[in-house]
Nanobody, 126 residues
Framework: QVQLVESGGGLVQAGDSLRLSCAAS????????MGWFRQAPGKEREFVAG????????DYADSVKGRFTISRDNAKNTVYLQMNSLKPEDTAVYYC???????????????????WGQGTQVTVSS
């Protein structure tokens, strides 16, 4: 099991930027693929971005491609989500999640993200 704590959310205006952080502890972070998800009110949780354990592969939802960037610092046991050109439709609670497996090539399927943080609220006003 890995413990995850998100931070960096807040209230911003459309067009602004935010960087979310997710600090991990427990398992060997450097061997685990990580992901960011979000859930807006009344909607299901959706995948936003993922990064492989090495950082060599990333994947994004179409709705955030070109605006969001996922990265990781294995020395700090932290994964980041840089969000630029924010839109009101990006408003949601953002969660980071960890792969159930270690050293998996690439990005895991959504069902294999087994450890979750408590979430951080991002609100984008128009």
């Amino acid at each position: 099991q890995v413990q995850l704590v998100e931070s960096g959310g807040g209230l911003v205006q459309a067009g602004d930027s935010l960087r979310l952080s997710c600090a991990a502890s427990g398992r060997t972070f450097s061997r685990i693929a990580m992901g960011w998800f979000r859930q807006a009110p009344g909607k299901e949780r959706e995948f936003v971005a993922g990064i492989s354990w090495s950082g060599g592969r990333t994947d994004y939802a179409d709705s955030v491609k070109g605006r969001f960037t996922i990265s990781r610092d294995n020395a700090k046991n932290t994964v980041y989500l840089q969000m630029n050109s924010l839109k009101p439709e990006d408003t949601a609670v953002y969660y980071c999640a960890a792969d159930n497996l270690s050293l998996r090539p690439g990005i895991p399927p959504v069902r294999d993200f087994g450890s979750w943080g408590q979430g951080t609220q991002v609100t984008v006003s128009s």
